[in-house]
């Protein structure tokens, strides 16, 4: 893959994001940091404190109606997934940066590298001035590879 000189390169997962700058040329990409985060978003059950909550039908309820007559129905809620909704939130955060800086023509070409699932959440959030400059995005997780390795990837794809 070509990568322009002076682009923005996004590399992110749900839990860290760097924003480099291709000082290189196209053919040989040379990825300067320009920013990075890494967000602290500990293990579902170490954020959760409670076991999913569950729903009574009472006899006078539409479900009622259901089965016998005056039998009470439950139903357990679905549990929240407190990791993956910080991974969500990071990403559109992400896509915010990008926004931001699109809109002060910090960047006329971007790549994004990121996980498919960190992809398609970011994908949900792209202003329109960061899809105008979107070269390209690359569905792999490279966040912990250093620079070199990074630079590699993206000549081969």
């Keep these: 893959m070509r990568v322009p000189h002076n682009s923005c390169v996004l590399v992110a997962d749900g839990r860290k994001m760097l ?11 040379n990825l300067e940091v320009e920013r990075k ?17 569950r729903a009574f039908a009472s006899a006078g309820s539409p479900r009622a109606g259901l089965g016998s007559p005056g039998a009470n129905h439950r139903s357990a809620y679905s549990e929240t ?15 915010e940066l990008l926004k931001e800086r699109a809109l002060r023509n910090d960047f006329e070409s971007l790549v ?15 202003h329109k001035e960061v899809e105008k400059r979107l070269a390209a995005e690359v569905p792999k997780d490279l966040t912990n590879m ?10 081969a794809q």
């Design 19 to 29: 924003f480099f700058r291709n000082e290189g040329d196209g053919e040989f990409p």
């Design 146 to 155: 250093p620079v070199e390795e990074i630079e590699r990837i993206l000549q």
């Design 81 to 95: 997934d407190f990791h993956q909704l910080e991974e969500d939130r990071f990403a559109a955060e992400a896509a």
């Design 112 to 126: 994004v590298v990121a996980p498919p699932k960190t992809l398609g959440e970011l994908r949900k959030h792209y």
């Design 37 to 53: 985060r890494v967000d602290d978003n500990p293990k579902d059950h170490e954020q959760g404190t409670d076991q999913p909550g």
